[in-house]
């Protein structure tokens, strides 16, 4: 398959130590160290892969001067943890996510992957390390089949149809007049919210990432949807480092770090257990998210969730 590598933008001697970790052992390369990337689905063997090192350091950020959306964010997420990001809205989650994959820069504190500043790394090496599942999917009015390959253009069909079927695409794609042949997007077969996230996390599985960042879709999916979307997407996280911005606190349960954001600051993080026995922020949220959907519960018939 092919390799991927953590590269610095300008020909500068990359310390053996500041590349490819995982779990805390210098892998044996020198400069230039180069980590296997797995196949969709393809289990990490070695034991040495786990992902990537996350790691920010009092980052500041605005997109306008004098307005700062992150105050002074610090955060680690270690090879292969999952880590949430939780908070209310407009509290620069999104924003942060934003910054890990450099559609901005800092405007003061630092952004480590592997122990490499972002600034420092060459896009390519960036843009073949990291998956993206966005909140709104973009489809090219073409088949769904170069759709999904667009996440790795020398995928072979047992390939699309194995990460397909790992992002429970497959039901989908039967579905469809021509099966994978079928155009999608503007001017073809309009897919849901849920089926183009769907399409996101099937590119992912085909890039085989050791970062993977989901931006969680806002826009309500239905209970069943949400859930076979988590699914997939915890199966898509073994092994590599997530970071997951979540607007439900129902998915975040289960991830090794929940970081809990309000106005630009991280104000608490742990695991859900113990930010529920902290009972403070996260505690609130979570109490204030059960009402509303025992309210929800109350007020909508089971047969219009369905
Ligand atoms: P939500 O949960 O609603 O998605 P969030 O925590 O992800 O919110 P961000 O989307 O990061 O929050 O936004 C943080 C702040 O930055 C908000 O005040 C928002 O209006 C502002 N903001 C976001 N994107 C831009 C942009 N492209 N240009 C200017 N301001 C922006």
């Keep these: 398959g092919s390799r991927q590598l953590l590269q610095r933008s300008h020909a500068a001697p990359v310390p053996a130590a500041a590349v490819s970790r995982s779990n805390g052992h210098v892998n044996g390369h020198a400069q230039g160290a180069t980590v296997k990337n797995r196949g969709p689905g393809e289990a990490s063997t070695s034991g040495q892969d786990q992902g990537m090192a996350v790691e920010l350091d009092n980052v500041v950020f605005g997109y306008r001067p004098g307005r700062p959306v992150l105050k002074g964010v610090s955060l680690k997420v270690e090879p292969g943890q999952s880590c949430a990001i939780v908070g209310s809205s407009g509290s620069g989650k ?42 709104d999917t973009v489809l090219f009015a073409d088949t769904i089949l170069r759709n999904i390959r667009y996440g790795r253009p020398d995928a072979s069909f047992e390939e699309i149809e194995r990460a397909a079927e790992m992002a429970q695409l497959k039901r989908v794609v039967d579905g469809m007049p021509d099966g994978y042949n079928t155009i999608v997007g503007e001017r073809g077969l309009k897919l849901s919210g849920g089926e183009k996230q769907r399409v996101a996390i099937a590119r992912a599985f085909l890039r085989g990432p050791r970062l993977l960042i989901c931006d969680e879709a806002t826009s309500a999916l239905d209970t069943a949807t949400e859930r076979s979307i988590m699914t997939s997407l915890e199966e898509l996280a073994q092994g590599r480092t997530s970071v997951f911005v979540a607007h439900r606190l129902s998915t975040v349960q289960r991830c090794d770090k929940i970081v809990v954001m309000a106005d630009g600051l991280v104000v608490e993080q742990g695991t859900h257990e113990e930010l529920m026995r902290a009972g403070q922020v996260y505690y609130d949220m979570w109490e204030a998210q059960a009402a509303a959907e025992e309210f929800h519960e109350q007020c909508v018939p089971e047969q219009l969730e369905a």
């Design 94 to 135: 999104s924003t942060l996510l934003r910054l890990l994959v450099r559609l901005y820069d800092a405007q003061s504190g630092s952004i480590q992957l592997d122990g490499i500043d972002v600034r420092e790394l060459q896009q390519s090496s960036l843009r073949q390390a990291v998956a993206v599942v966005p909140q």
